[in-house]
C-alpha cells in the first residue's frame, strides 16, 4: 500500500486537474453559444445556395463554367479542416482516419494525392508527409483567430485557382459536421469540380428539366454569383468544424472531470485506509511496550 503522503500528493495533484478540466469546460462552452448560433443561422443559406449552384451550374456550357469542369482526374487535393489545439477526443482523429481510407482509394486509381492542412494539428501531422501541399503558404491555421467570411474567402480564391489552372482535378472537404454538443458527423465533402444535381424524374421515370432564368446575365452569374456560392461552402464547413470542436472539447472536458471526481473517491478511501493502518500500528506499538514494561 502506498505511504499517506503518497496519497495525499495524488490527490492534491488530481484536485488541481479536475479544476483545470472543469475551466476548460465552462470555457468550451461558453465558445460553443456563440459558434453554434453561427452555424444554425449559416446552414439553410448555404445548403439551399449549393443546390441552387448545382442547377445553375448544370444548365451552362462547360467553357462557361471552370468550376463545374469534368476531367480526367490525376491529381486530387484533400482539404483537412481541424483544429489548432488538442484535448478535444477524437475530434481531430476521426478526420485524419476518413483522409488515410480515401487516400488508399485514390492511389489504388492511381490518382495522386495533395493534402491542405487547415487547423495546426493537420499541419503538424501532414508536413513531413509525402502528401503534404504548400499550395498555400499562408498560416492557415491563423483562420481561426478570428474567424469570418473575409478571411476564409482568400482560401478558397486560391482553392479554385489551382482547380481552374488545371493544378488539381478534384478538390474534396473533410471536416466535422456539427450535429450538437455531444455528437459530430465526420464528413468527407466535393467542393471541385461542382457536382452536377441529381435527376429528378417524374411519375413515368423520365428526366425533369428545370429550366432557369438568370439575372442579370450569364457573365455576372460566372464571374461573381458562383465563385461567392464556393466561398460561403468552404465557410460552412470552417464554421461547422469550429462549433464541432468546441462541442467535442467540452465533452471530453466534461468527461475528464467526472474521471477525476471518480478517482478522488478511490483515492480519499485509499488515504483513509492507509490512516487507520497507520492509527493501528502505533497503538500496537504502544501496547507492546506497556506490556514490555509490565514484564
Keep these: 500500500m502506498a505511504s499517506l503522503k503518497e496519497v495525499r500528493n495524488r490527490i492534491v495533484s488530481v484536485n488541481s486537474t479536475k479544476q483545470i478540466t472543469a475551466a476548460m469546460k465552462m470555457v468550451s462552452a461558453a465558445k460553443l453559444r456563440r459558434a453554434q448560433d453561427a452555424i444554425i443561422r449559416m446552414r439553410p443559406y448555404a445548403e439551399k445556395l449549393s443546390v441552387l449552384l448545382s442547377n445553375v451550374s448544370a444548365s451552362l456550357d462547360g467553357n462557361e463554367n471552370k468550376f463545374a469542369q469534368q476531367r480526367e482526374v490525376k491529381n486530387v487535393l484533400f482539404v483537412a479542416i481541424v483544429s489548432n489545439r488538442g484535448l478535444a477526443g477524437a475530434f481531430n482523429t476521426q478526420v485524419f482516419r476518413l483522409i488515410r481510407k480515401a487516400t488508399a482509394e485514390a492511389e489504388a486509381r492511381g490518382e495522386k494525392v495533395h493534402v491542405l492542412s487547415i487547423g495546426k494539428k493537420a499541419s503538424d501531422l501532414y508536413r513531413r508527409s509525402s502528401w503534404h501541399t504548400t499550395a498555400l503558404p499562408e498560416d492557415l491555421a491563423a483562420l481561426y483567430d478570428g474567424l469570418n467570411f473575409d478571411v476564409v474567402a482568400p482560401v478558397a480564391e486560391a482553392i479554385m485557382a489551382k482547380f481552374a489552372a488545371g493544378e488539381y482535378d478534384r478538390v474534396e472537404l473533410f471536416y466535422n459536421k456539427f450535429k450538437n454538443a455531444a455528437a459530430q458527423d465526420v464528413t468527407k465533402e466535393r467542393f471541385l469540380p461542382i457536382e452536377p444535381p441529381e435527376v429528378a424524374a417524374d411519375g413515368k421515370g423520365a428526366a425533369v428539366k428545370t429550366d432557369h432564368i438568370m439575372e442579370p446575365d450569364r457573365q455576372t452569374i460566372v464571374e461573381e454569383i458562383i465563385p461567392k456560392s464556393l466561398k460561403i461552402q468552404l465557410y460552412k464547413a470552417l464554421l461547422d468544424s469550429f ?53
Design 243 to 295: 462549433a464541432s470542436e468546441h462541442g467535442a472539447r467540452m465533452t471530453a472536458m466534461h468527461k475528464a472531470t467526472d474521471n477525476a471526481d471518480d478517482l478522488l473517491k478511490e483515492l480519499r478511501l485509499s488515504y483513509n485506509k492507509a490512516r487507520q493502518a497507520a492509527i493501528t500500528n502505533e497503538i500496537l506499538e504502544i501496547v507492546g511496550g506497556a506490556e514490555a514494561l509490565k514484564g
